[in-house]
């Protein structure tokens, strides 16, 4: 048995683990917080700001953070994709958010991130219902007010109509109902601001134009710690993502690449607005690929012993540097 398995097996040590990670998560981020924290969201119709102290925001985002983790927990049992390394999905939310605390003090994305996971877990229940209108149609909605919150994620439609595509027979119903939920949300919010005058902040200008390319929100201290952690982090994150085309069951295979297919798109957009917006959604996702790709790895110790590596480079470089 492995070390991550010995630990996950005990439940007296795995949660004194999780407990120190947490107090050691709690201190990163304090000691890391930013000089201010931004208030306006060019890229959303709707601002989701919450005006509140530093210390309140970073409990607020680790408590976004818990329930995020306990749904992809759930769509793991669910689908039965890691079985027994499900240890290590809460290690890579804790690798990665020891990597970049500042990513804890941007409420937009955590709150982006919940919905669409949220709509995720609706989109892969399709391929096994008698029905999928309602499932379809939730999925969408959720969609489409995380597109409200940061309109790039509008390229989420893409995942659901291929979603649609590969769970169903051709139903033109499916996608134009799809559309229907789509366009819902809009459709009430410009009612609404029609009615009591309200003036809406359309972000195509600023999604074309302001940041496209050129990476705002990030920021890294250009040392060789921040390298070798980046580059590790990166590295094992292709390698599980390739992974995938490994799996052998068409329906599991099929399953993760829809995963496959929206953690590539959100970290493009991580890429391309900033990381600090959007991080944490293709990291959600990609914590899955990684678990699977440990369960299926023979030399499990490869693997613990980078995690290790890593996480001991990424709470060194921010408490002792």
Not at 24 to 39: D, V, Y
């Amino acid at each position: 048995m492995s070390i991550f398995q010995k630990i996950s097996s005990n439940p007296v040590l795995k949660w004194s683990i999780a407990l120190l990670a947490c107090i050691l998560l709690i201190t990163i981020g304090i000691k890391n917080r930013p000089e201010s924290i931004p208030t306006f969201n060019p890229y959303g119709i709707i601002h989701i700001n919450f005006r509140l102290s530093k210390s309140i925001m970073l409990f607020l985002s680790l408590v976004l953070t818990y329930i995020i983790y306990q749904i992809i927990l759930k769509i793991d049992l669910e689908h039965r994709y890691t079985e027994k390394s499900r240890f290590i999905l809460a290690l890579t939310f804790f690798l990665v958010l020891f990597s970049f605390p500042e990513i804890l003090y941007h409420s937009n994305g955590f709150v982006v991130t919940l919905i669409i996971i949220i709509s995720v877990k609706y989109l892969l229940k399709i391929h096994n219902q008698d029905s999928v209108l309602k499932l379809i149609f939730r999925a969408s909605f959720l969609g489409s007010l995380a597109s409200l919150i940061f309109f790039p994620v509008i390229i989420y439609l893409l995942v659901i109509f291929g979603s649609i595509a590969v769970f169903r027979p051709f139903n033109l119903k499916n996608y134009l109902l799809a559309i229907i939920a789509w366009s819902l949300p809009y459709f009430y919010l410009f009612s609404f601001s029609y009615l009591l005058d309200w003036n809406l902040d359309i972000p195509f200008k600023s999604v074309f134009n302001q940041s496209l390319l050129t990476m705002s929100n990030q920021r890294f201290a250009l040392n060789t710690i921040n390298y070798i952690l980046n580059s590790g982090l990166v590295l094992l994150a292709i390698i599980a993502l390739l992974a995938n085309f490994s799996i052998k069951q068409n329906l599991k295979r099929i399953e993760l690449s829809i995963l496959f297919f929206s953690t590539i798109l959100f970290a493009i957009l991580s890429l391309l607005f900033g990381i600090n917006s959007f991080l944490i959604l293709s990291c959600s996702m990609g914590c899955i690929f990684i678990a699977l790709y440990y369960h299926s790895f023979n030399k499990k110790w490869i693997i613990e012993s980078i995690f290790i590596v890593l996480l001991l480079l990424s709470i060194g470089s921010h408490l002792f540097i």
